[in-house]
């Protein structure tokens, strides 16, 4: 019944990705009245001036383009001509790093918390204040006393991804059964050994959702720093590619952005699964 369901699940997707594509294509396949303009003008302004094609690619030319970039994605031309393998190694590179930062600090501080009301009551007023802040705003001020593009849009991912981990972490910590506690007081288990034992392997299915959620926070965010400080990433490639009016190229981004966030999701979204156990 499962493996019927996921087949039924295939084919209803891969139809809808067909009428998607079909429509998208007649879309855009048509053309437009043009009017006289000057020679200049029309020369920069291209085909799409001058004979009324609509100027958004439609899927066989995104499909082409993809396939020019995934020939050789790992190109370096200069500092604005970087394959787009280099560009979203720099923004996996930099998730990476700020989400491990992130990782660091909120399991520790989530077992405390969770595991201490008065830690709880103490640390509530500033994590209320800061979770709200949208991680962009951090940017100006990571970026003047950082004085790095670079390490200020890895501070940017640490905070974006800090809030989600330490929140479901103070949850699956505070909600572990307290007959399992109590079984463990019961014979003498000390708290560190009471964390690692006890507390963790029940609250982790908890941990992972927060960092399955922070994850794609991560991805999500990056793109908005990296246009904002530009240089290298996938986010500073879809804005130099619009400044160049290339929507093929932007479009492209997109859907390689996607696909990069659906593996990591699923990478987390596995790991998750192995931690869950029934009850």
Not at 36 to 49: C, F, I, K, Q, V
Not at 155 to 183: A, D, H
Request: glycine share 8%; hydrophobic share 55%.
């Amino acid at each position: 019944m499962t493996r019927s369901l996921t087949l039924r699940a295939a084919v209803l997707s891969l139809t809808l990705l067909a009428a998607i594509l079909l429509a998208w294509q007649v879309a855009v396949s048509g053309t437009a009245k043009t009017e006289a303009m000057d020679p200049e003008y029309a020369a920069l302004m291209g085909a799409t001036a001058t004979t009324g094609k609509s100027a958004m690619p439609g899927p066989l030319d995104v499909g082409a383009t993809l396939w020019q970039h995934l020939k050789d994605p790992f190109y370096d031309r200069g500092p604005n001509d970087k394959g787009l393998g280099i560009q979203l190694a720099y923004s996996i590179g930099r998730v990476a790093l700020g989400y491990g930062l992130a990782v660091l600090v909120a399991i520790p501080v989530g077992f405390l918390i969770g595991m201490s009301p008065l830690m709880s009551r103490a640390l509530d007023p500033y994590i209320q204040i800061l979770k709200p802040v949208s991680p962009l705003a951090w940017m100006p001020l990571a970026l003047y006393t950082i004085k790095d593009s670079g390490l200020s849009a890895i501070f940017v991912i640490f905070i974006c991804s800090l809030w989600p981990m330490l929140i479901n972490t103070v949850f699956g910590v505070s909600g572990t059964r307290k007959e399992w506690l109590n079984v463990a007081r019961t014979l003498e288990v000390g708290p560190l050994r009471r964390a690692f034992t006890v507390i963790l392997p029940a609250a982790a299915p908890t941990i992972l959702t927060g960092m399955r959620i922070s994850i794609g926070i991560a991805w999500l965010v990056i793109v908005a720093a990296e246009m904002l400080v530009g240089g290298t990433g996938i986010g500073y490639f879809v804005w130099n590619e619009w400044n160049n009016l290339s929507i093929t190229n932007v479009i492209t981004s997109i859907l390689l952005i996607g696909l990069v966030g659906m593996v990591l999701d699923q990478l987390l979204a596995r790991a998750q699964r192995l931690v869950t156990f029934p009850e």
